[in-house]
């Protein structure tokens, strides 16, 4: 198993059972896993096994979605926009996959591109799906998993319930209506190497009559407030994964994907910030955040203690940090933006927003209580708000 699968046995502090149990019992989403592991056993070939991985983590992506939204059967005794059951789900199929012994030969490469088929099909990324032509916007934005499990396994991601709330959702305009899709990205930075944010954006922003006109990568930030960041940063600071993986330097080029000519230490957003802010969304402030870290060589990255910019990078600064950081919030505006670039789309709103953090049940044995899910709404509610400003500001 990998460290993160190894949380499935995770206890809360003075709790006698795993949090991830109790999240898949409460939602009703342990029957998604059941199925899944039962398919799995009786796959008799490879073709086959490919199919129902599809098939069934395609089917836990729309489950979650209808669930997030309200449709389908009862969401169970958690709240619907509990992000948590999609993610103890997925990481359940895939400890599955890893501890599979089928009848057949089974290469590592072969199970690697299963468990991949999993992360994509149960993220989103392969059912993003725009309607073509001129009359309609096309939206695209991600979430995130719940992250630092080890201090807390009852962890949610706003970022990711948000998400699910967007996928497949309609917006009037005056201009048109506008079309969102969503997907979420692991916490991981093995997958961003591997080029996940690529492949779920590029697909969209190259020319054609459904490429993207607005996107949007949405993280978890700080306490009430809503931080919409002008600069990405090229540079990983180090902190650990969700598999206790630490990574630093510059961010890696993704391969199969077209790289800007040059490397460049800082990409500015193009969101209508303005109007996001303009918008009166609430209960938490909206803001610009300018603020950015260089290095105090920038001959010499990754020497010396960084340096704070309020005022945006000076040119020939060496990026330390964006204005969100140097984690993988931070990574996906870069990676999404620097590809915008690469193909041309030097126009397209691309940005990243910081959405408020959650604050958990004081009972550290309880999965959730009435002020944590209240708490978790109102961030959701205007993260979807902000998302429907932007659509509206483009033209």
């Not at 927003?353 to 209580?369: F, G």
Request: charged share 20%; net charge negative.
């Amino acid at each position: 198993m990998t460290v993160e699968e190894t949380r499935l046995e995770a206890i809360p502090e003075g709790g006698t059972e795993p949090a991830s149990q109790q999240i898949l019992a409460r939602s009703g989403f342990d029957r998604f896993v059941d199925q899944f592991i039962t398919s799995l056993c009786r796959a008799p070939n490879l073709q086959q096994a490919e199919n129902m991985v599809r098939t069934q983590g395609t089917a836990l992506w729309r489950a979650a979605v209808d669930r997030a939204q309200g449709r389908g059967p009862a969401h169970g005794a958690l709240d619907r926009y509990d992000d948590r059951p999609l993610y103890w789900a997925r990481l359940s199929m895939t400890r599955a996959l890893r501890q599979w012994a089928p009848a057949f030969p089974l290469s590592d490469e072969a199970r690697a591109e299963l468990i991949k088929l999993l992360e994509y099909t149960s993220r989103g990324i392969t059912s993003v799906d725009f309607p073509a032509g001129a009359g309609v916007k096309r939206v695209l934005v991600s979430g995130f998993d719940p992250y630092t499990l080890n201090q807390e396994p009852r962890r949610s991601n706003p970022s990711g319930a948000s998400a699910l709330q967007l996928d497949g959702l309609l917006i009037k305009t005056d201009s048109g209506p506008a079309f969102v899709q969503a997907v979420i990205f692991p916490v991981l930075w093995g997958a961003f190497e591997e080029g996940i944010v690529e492949d779920a954006f590029g697909p969209h922003l190259m020319e054609g009559p459904r490429q993207v006109d607005l996107m949007m990568t949405i993280s978890q930030g700080g306490a009430r407030q809503m931080a919409i960041e002008q600069w990405a940063g090229n540079w990983r600071g180090g902190s650990l994964d969700n598999n206790d993986v630490s990574s630093q330097g510059m961010i890696p080029l993704a391969a199969n994907w077209p790289q800007t000519p040059e490397p460049t230490w800082f990409i500015e957003t193009t969101l209508p910030y303005q109007a996001m802010i303009d918008a009166g969304t609430g209960p938490w402030p909206v803001f610009l955040n300018t603020r950015v870290r260089v290095w105090p060589d920038p001959s010499n990255p990754g020497v010396g203690s960084c340096i704070t910019r309020e005022d945006g990078p000076h040119p020939g600064d060496a990026a330390c940090a964006g204005g969100g950081g140097n984690y993988l919030s931070n990574e996906s505006m870069y990676r999404s933006n620097r590809l915008r670039l690469a193909l041309g789309r030097h126009d397209l709103p691309g940005g990243h927003l910081h959405i408020a953090s959650l604050v958990y049940p004081e009972d550290r044995a309880a999965i959730t209580d009435p002020v944590f899910e209240e708490y978790r709404k109102a961030i959701v509610d205007q993260t979807v708000a902000l998302v429907a400003a932007a659509a509206r500001a483009v033209r």
